[in-house]
């Protein structure tokens, strides 16, 4: 089985990446591919090893944290590893452990795939097996779920920055590993569509 898999990009598409092991080219589904750099420098994924009848498919995460909460999303009825890898996509991993916490179904069922009804399930099948995964996450209990972290800042030019990007398909996860990138960079004056192309220029960095 494999627990971690460590490599450099070698190629990136929508719903996973290539990475190259030793001269072998794993293909990894991951939530976030394009917060992947394409770089000389090699990365660590902690992999889930997905093994049917059919199919056999490696799932990918950039912390043990992730990768964690992932295998519990796949104990709830109804979820399967594609749902699972659309909750962490959707969602950030702190404010989903948050959100099942504090039984929030109206931020649960804004995530990809989830209805009311596997809402419920989620917390009632996890709310009590989280308890390592949340002691490192305790921070998130005071998240507002409803508003994206990367917009805390106060800035409104951000702000509207991420509804546009938002608008044109990017994910939560994407735009805000987008911002932690390039925020030490922004002074404060910048217009939207300054900071919607700096946005662009690290989504599509590789």
Known sequence: MIDFLRGKVAH?????????VHDVGYRVFTPN?????RTEDSIQLYIYHHVRE???HLFGFTTRDEQALFRRLLEVSGIGPKVALGVL????????VAAIQQENITFLTKLPGIGRKTAQRMILDLKDKLGAIDSRWAVASMIELDIPAAASDGSSAWAAAREALSGLGYRDAEL???WLT????????ESPDVLIKKALQQLFQG
């Open 89 to 96: 996509a959707g969602g950030r991993p702190e404010a989903v």
């Open 182 to 189: 390039m925020k030490d960079q922004v002074t404060g004056e």
């Open 33 to 37: 591919p394009y917060g992947l750099s």
């Open 176 to 178: 805000d590993k987008a």
């Open 12 to 20: 990136l598409e929508s719903e996973y990446v290539i990475l190259d």
């Open 54 to 56: 059919d199919a056999i």
